[in-house]
């Protein structure tokens, strides 16, 4: 079997992480992993630091590797003021800029290419904007009108493929639940180091956010399982899937399940926003690491701008329960990928490899 080599760009992220996991488990496969910083494990692949906004370095960085046949565009910039930075210009044009710096040059070097991955999100169905059209359904629902770095990307990826021997497949995942330590968007983090301080205080886990919503999510291994299906799949080429795990949620019926992850009760509902209540309790998190010997690092390191994406995904503040968001995936089960697991048993899964990490305290 002839080798094959796949590029993993924002190895440090939920989805590059378990996407550099995947591949390094299976031998045919060589892996290169990029990002601003080391990943804590890198699982013996090749690791490059790259900054994506630098245009010559990458122009001299990717330039080079010719071997590369599959990517994994998995990088993703995001300002400080996360919600608000979905709709600003800056974002947008900042991360149409990174993908152009790493496939113009790999893409006229790389001869072997056969597969590029971008992913998007359901915000190309106006989630943040408006109620999703349910279920949204892969070019039925999206919403162009709107200014979404989606669209930057995705237009110059049809021009660039155009004529080529290469494919590509969009991702539309829905929540993502994995392992990654100072991201953006990862629920884990935030609401752990929230029930640690709880904890601490000798309080249950009393459920913080707003009315119930139903939703989806999607473990970022099942994701990196998809995206590995789709790189060799002809039913994959140059389409767009949604991705989640095959049921739906909502916060007040999985929060037992979170509970029992971290050795805590369920308590009442008491309205709390993790940014503003949480964020700013450095000193207590520096004495919850010390009792338990965690190696996790200060709450800016260690969440990033996810107590902001916590209070948007628990629905902090409302008073009536957010429009229902369910993406249907009928379209990839159809083009022949059927992994499924169980939202529940995701959460517990994922928090467990924080506390083996010493992230977060053991039950």
Same mark, same amino acid.
């Given at each position: 079997?002839?080798?094959?080599?796949?590029?993993?760009?924002?190895?440090?992220?939920?989805?590059?992480?378990?996407?550099?996991?995947?591949?390094?488990?299976?031998?045919?496969?060589?892996?290169?992993?990029?990002?601003?910083?080391?990943?804590?494990?890198?699982?013996?692949?090749?690791?490059?630091?790259?900054?994506?906004?630098?245009?010559?370095?990458?122009?001299?960085?990717?330039?080079?590797?010719?071997?590369?046949?599959?990517?994994?565009?998995?990088?993703?910039?995001?300002?400080?003021?996360?919600?608000?930075?979905?709709?600003?210009?800056?974002?947008?044009?900042?991360?149409?800029?990174?993908?152009?710096?790493?496939?113009?040059?790999?893409?006229?070097?790389?001869?072997?290419?056969?597969?590029?991955?971008?992913?998007?999100?359901? *915000?190309?169905? $106006?989630?943040?904007?408006?109620?999703?059209?349910? =279920? %949204? @359904?892969? &070019?039925?629902?999206?919403?162009? #009108?709107?200014?979404?770095?989606?669209?930057?990307?995705?237009?110059?990826?049809?021009?660039?493929?155009?004529?080529?021997?290469?494919?590509?497949?969009?991702?539309?995942?829905?929540?993502?639940?994995?392992?990654?330590?100072?991201?953006?968007?990862?629920?884990?983090?935030?609401?752990?180091?929230?029930?640690?301080?709880? *904890?601490?205080? $000798?309080?249950?886990?009393?459920?913080?956010?707003? =009315? %119930? @919503?139903? &939703?989806?999510?999607?473990?970022? #291994?099942?994701?990196?399982?998809?995206?590995?299906?789709?790189?060799?799949?002809?039913?994959?080429?140059?389409?767009?899937?949604?991705?989640?795990?095959?049921?739906?949620?909502?916060?007040?019926?999985?929060?037992?399940?979170?509970?029992?992850?971290?050795?805590?009760?369920?308590?009442?509902?008491?309205?709390?926003?993790?940014?503003?209540?949480?964020?700013?309790?450095?000193?207590?998190?520096?004495?919850? @690491?010390?009792?338990?010997?965690?190696?996790?690092?200060?709450?800016?390191?260690?969440?990033?701008?996810?107590?902001?994406?916590?209070?948007?995904?628990?629905?902090?503040?409302?008073?009536?329960?957010?429009?229902?968001?369910?993406?249907?995936?009928?379209?990839?089960?159809?083009?022949?990928?059927?992994?499924?697991?169980?939202?529940?048993?995701?959460?517990?899964?994922?928090?467990?490899?924080?506390?083996?990490?010493?992230?977060?305290?053991?039950?």
């Amino acid at each position: 079997m002839a080798r094959k080599t796949v590029l993993v760009a924002g190895a440090t992220g939920l989805v590059g992480y378990a996407a550099m996991k995947h591949f390094s488990a299976h031998a045919e496969w060589d892996v290169i992993a990029v990002s601003r910083r080391r990943p804590d494990d890198t699982f013996g692949v090749r690791f490059i630091t790259a900054d994506l906004t630098d245009t010559g370095t990458c122009a001299d960085i990717f330039g080079r590797l010719r071997e590369v046949t599959h990517v994994i565009y998995a990088a993703l910039y995001e300002r400080p003021d996360l919600v608000a930075g979905w709709c600003d210009p800056e974002q947008i044009a900042v991360n149409d800029r990174m993908l152009r710096n790493l496939l113009e040059p790999l893409e006229s070097t790389a001869r072997s290419l056969q597969h590029v991955a971008v992913l998007q999100g359901t *915000k190309a169905y $106006g989630s943040h904007i408006r109620p999703m059209k349910v =279920p %949204a @359904r892969e &070019g039925r629902s999206e919403m162009r #009108e709107q200014p979404n770095f989606y669209w930057n990307q995705e237009d110059y990826l049809r021009g660039k493929q155009r004529g080529k021997d290469w494919f590509f497949t969009i991702f539309r995942p829905v929540l993502i639940i994995g392992y990654s330590q100072g991201s953006a968007m990862n629920l884990l983090p935030a609401i752990g180091v929230y029930a640690a301080m709880l *904890k601490e205080a $000798g309080l249950p886990l009393h459920y913080p956010g707003g =009315p %119930a @919503r139903v &939703g989806q999510a999607v473990d970022a #291994e099942l994701l990196a399982q998809c995206i590995h299906w789709a790189g060799e799949a002809k039913a994959a080429r140059n389409e767009i899937f949604n991705v989640a795990n095959g049921d739906i949620y909502c916060w007040p019926n999985i929060w037992p399940a979170i509970a029992e992850a971290v050795g805590m009760q369920v308590g009442q509902d008491v309205p709390c926003s993790l940014e503003q209540e949480i964020r700013p309790r450095e000193s207590d998190w520096a004495r919850i @690491r010390t009792k338990h010997d965690l190696v996790s690092p200060d709450l800016k390191t260690f969440v990033g701008l996810s107590f902001q994406y916590a209070d948007y995904q628990l629905g902090v503040g409302r008073t009536t329960a957010s429009p229902p968001s369910f993406s249907s995936t009928i379209k990839v089960m159809q083009a022949g990928f059927h992994e499924v697991i169980d939202t529940e048993s995701m959460f517990k899964k994922h928090l467990r490899v924080f506390q083996e990490k010493r992230l977060l305290p053991w039950p």
